[in-house]
């Protein structure tokens, strides 16, 4: 069985201006980019066309948000020993009142985040 959640819809735009975006009204809980590191919740989805071309747009509740043709994967739960859960995502989603990871998943999810370090210049405090 599949588990479909309610997307928030996006803001409207000016009459002319999304003429080839379609906006999802409901996903799969979690999605996969294979060229992230770590798993997101979407908040909005949308359907585009560019040049003839249909690409998918999504935001995530974390505030990333990417677009792609053949890069997404959605979820309906999050695989064993594979890839984290953006910990911002998880928190932003409970905010609002959507089910936890863990509830969706039927069992606890290991959350995830990254972190930027200097790797150059090293400061030697001794």
Request: aromatic letters at 8%; hydrophobic letters at 40%.
């Amino acid at each position: 069985m599949m588990l479909k959640v309610p997307l928030k819809r996006p803001k409207p735009f000016p009459p002319g201006i999304n003429d080839n975006m379609f906006p999802w009204a409901t996903c799969t809980p979690f999605v996969d980019n294979k060229r992230a590191m770590l798993i997101h919740r979407p908040r909005a989805v949308i359907t585009f066309t560019h040049m003839k071309m249909p690409y998918i747009s999504v935001q995530a509740w974390c505030g990333n948000h990417f677009t792609g043709d053949d890069k997404f994967t959605f979820l309906d739960s999050i695989p064993d020993g594979g890839k984290l859960l953006c910990a911002r995502c998880e928190i932003m989603a409970t905010q609002v009142g959507l089910p936890s990871a863990d509830e969706l998943n039927g069992q606890h999810v290991h959350l995830g985040k990254l972190l930027v370090k200097r790797t150059c210049c090293q400061i030697n405090t001794n």
